[in-house]
């Protein structure tokens, strides 16, 4: 017996339906490895000025990263010092002449940002020594950042850029409505602090089966434009923990985290909700005490950071042998890997930007020196400046900390995540 034209429509419209439920939870089970991206900076004039060389180079396929010099305070009475010379393939590999613009086209965030509109969720967060870029590159330089919300610049970094082209496309699609609202908080000494609100109290983290890790009563700001979103941002920065060292004249005490939560359901199915999310994070460097010069509670703020940043360092290499499976992934050991459970290892499309120092000291050294605090005063003065006439060894400060962050983002590649759309639990 033919079908009916209606009976036709209705029967092929179920096989549709079908086959979209199929490619959904087909979709939930694809691998998304971590995007890595290397930036270097240039050198600063102050370095410049002490004679300070270049160690680290991007080369030409703009992929790999080449990290040529000597470690410092390795040295051996026969050895000398210990030779690097490695290359490290990622997905991009951005120069130090690249301006803001060009590493926003380079760095691989547009796909992140296109999928935080269709109701992914997307994490940016940037690692690397303190004083390597990280805030300049996420934010912007120190000098524009309290006017992100009046006007752009050719200084704008990653997140006043990816406001405005999320705002861009939202204009675009006629055929959807979007909510957009933002949250900001910081994690400073393992509390969490809400930079958005007025009150300064610690707020908890706790647990959901559905969501993971989430910090509770967390405020969140609708928001409508991008100059909306920067003003919160704005507002919140202003209150973020900074000090002082001999590495980086303005550093970041704390991790922060700003979460810009885009709600969104096509005009044709109004209650077939999605929330989609774009979670920057710029992590603070990590330090060496040796380095900085730190102390007091500074010094103390420094071990809180290298401690919250060992403990991310134990989970990606947990997540990076063999797919993170069989073995235990220690997210509890701290609140940022508790927090960063879903970028890390979860159901979030991720992209790393490390930053890293392309300078490294060249001065001379004396080997009696190097080798034994005593030795000058056993050989005398005038024998150790002969020896360091002829024994120039590369030492640099930044040097050690750029092969380790190198060798996080190698690690971080390794992760595998599987990104799934977030729909209404009630839908």
């Given at each position: 017996m033919a079908l009916s034209s209606e009976r036709r429509k209705q029967f092929g419209e179920r096989l549709l339906s079908c086959a979209c439920s199929r490619l959904a939870l087909a979709l939930t089970f694809l691998v998304y490895c971590h995007s890595v991206v290397a930036r270097t900076r240039p050198i600063t004039p102050a370095e410049d000025a002490k004679g300070y060389s270049v160690a680290v180079t991007c080369l030409d396929d703009n992929r790999t990263v080449e990290i040529v010099g000597e470690i410092p305070d390795t040295f051996d009475r026969k050895k000398g010092p210990k030779a690097v010379c490695q290359q490290y393939a990622l997905d991009g590999a951005v120069p130090p002449h690249a301006s803001q613009g060009a590493f926003f086209d380079l760095c691989g965030i547009k796909p992140l940002l296109l999928s935080a509109l269709e109701g992914f969720a997307s994490t940016v967060f940037a690692y690397?020594?303190?004083?390597?870029?990280?805030?300049?590159?996420?934010?912007?330089?120190?000098?524009?950042?309290?006017?992100?919300?009046?006007?752009?610049?050719?200084q704008d970094g990653l997140l006043s850029r990816s406001v405005k082209y999320v705002?861009?496309?939202?204009?675009?699609?006629?055929?959807?409505?979007?909510?957009?609202?933002?949250?900001?908080?910081?994690?400073?000494?393992?509390?969490?602090?809400?930079?958005?609100?007025?009150?300064?109290?610690?707020?908890?983290?706790?647990?959901?089966?559905?969501?993971?890790?989430?910090?509770?009563?967390?405020?969140?700001?609708?928001?409508?434009?991008?100059?909306?979103?920067?003003?919160?941002?704005?507002?919140?920065?202003?209150?973020?923990?900074?000090a002082s060292h001999d590495m980086n004249t303005r550093s970041n005490r704390s991790h922060c985290m700003f979460?810009?939560?885009?709600?969104?359901?096509?005009?044709?199915a109004p209650k077939q909700l999605r929330h989609g999310r774009v979670c920057f994070v710029d992590l603070a460097g990590s330090e060496r005490a040796k380095d900085t010069n730190a102390s007091g509670r500074t010094l103390t703020e420094s071990g809180q950071i290298n401690k919250s940043l060992f403990n991310l360092g134990k989970v990606i290499t947990a997540l990076s042998k063999k797919g993170g499976k069989g073995g235990l992934v220690p997210y509890r050991d701290s609140t940022l890997t508790k927090l960063l459970m879903n970028s890390i290892g979860g159901n979030c499309k991720t992209l790393m930007v490390a930053c890293c120092s392309s300078a490294t000291e060249q001065r001379p050294r004396c080997l009696f020196v190097a080798v034994c605090a005593g030795d000058c005063e056993r050989h005398g003065a005038d024998a150790c400046a002969a020896v360091s006439t002829v024994l120039r060894c590369r030492v640099g400060q930044h040097l050690h900390e750029t092969l380790r962050s190198l060798q996080f983002a190698a690690r971080t590649k390794h992760v595998r995540n599987r990104p799934v759309m977030v729909l209404d639990p009630k839908e």
């Open positions: 690397g020594q303190t004083g390597s870029g990280k805030t300049y590159s996420l934010i912007g330089h120190e000098s524009i950042i309290d006017r992100l919300d009046q006007k752009s610049s050719e705002f861009s496309e939202i204009k675009k699609r006629e055929g959807a409505q979007f909510q957009v609202d933002v949250s900001y908080c910081e994690i400073y000494n393992e509390q969490v602090r809400d930079l958005l609100s007025a009150s300064d109290t610690v707020l908890p983290v706790k647990w959901n089966p559905h969501h993971g890790f989430y910090v509770h009563n967390l405020t969140t700001q609708a928001c409508s434009s991008k100059a909306d979103v920067m003003r919160c941002f704005c507002h919140g920065f202003s209150r973020t923990r900074v979460t810009v939560n885009v709600h969104s359901a096509l005009v044709s």
